[in-house]
């Protein structure tokens, strides 16, 4: 299926095949977060948001440890399976798919838990998104849960990508038009 898009039942244009709506300005956002008119017209697509019908991709990666001193945090590998299937289960259907791996050439020394949270990255090449760290994405943990923390992330990226606070932290932008 092309990205046509439709007024009254009529195809009346096509929608570029990368950026994505902003429904709530009537906006289109370009990769790079540009926003031009969307000119009244209505998005057409097979699965929720995914632009043509193809399947976003998150990927979460976990970096090699090298735990300081006598703290550590065991992660039990059958315990992330679990969840990741559980999140694509439940979330496929908005056409978003959840994978992980683990990046044994990259270690990072790990002395607490935010350090642990810098040790996980995510990616999501639809948003332009290539190794954002988790502590970025979420900030301070609420409960110190790695397996929390990564579906929290994760469904952030996958679900309000343009919600993310710069590297600087100076200026969050939420693509609404309001200038900030």
């Not at 976003?56 to 970096?63: D, E, N, Q, S």
């Not at 440890?65 to 259907?93: P, Q, T, V």
Request: proline share 6%.
């Amino acid at each position: 299926m092309d990205s046509s898009v439709v007024e009254g039942g009529e195809r009346s244009g096509i929608i570029p095949a990368a950026g994505r709506l902003n429904p709530s300005m009537g906006a289109w956002l370009s990769p790079s977060g540009r926003q031009t008119p969307a000119l009244g017209l209505t998005p057409v697509f097979e699965c929720g948001g995914c632009v043509g019908g193809s399947v976003k991709t998150v990927t979460v990666i976990f970096y090699a440890r090298d735990f300081a001193g006598e703290w550590k945090y065991e992660l039990e590998e059958s315990k992330l399976r679990e969840m990741f299937a559980a999140l694509n289960s439940e979330l496929s259907a908005a056409g978003v798919k959840f994978e992980y791996q683990h990046e044994p050439n990259i270690t990072l020394r790990i002395n607490g838990y935010a350090d642990l949270l810098n040790s996980v990255r995510l990616r999501s090449l639809h948003d332009g998104i290539a190794s954002l760290p988790l502590a970025q994405l979420i900030g301070a943990s609420v409960n110190a849960d790695l397996l929390e923390d990564v579906r929290k992330g994760a469904r952030r990226v996958a679900f309000s990508p343009e919600s993310i606070p710069p590297v600087d932290g100076a200026q969050l932008c939420h693509n609404c038009g309001c200038g900030c």
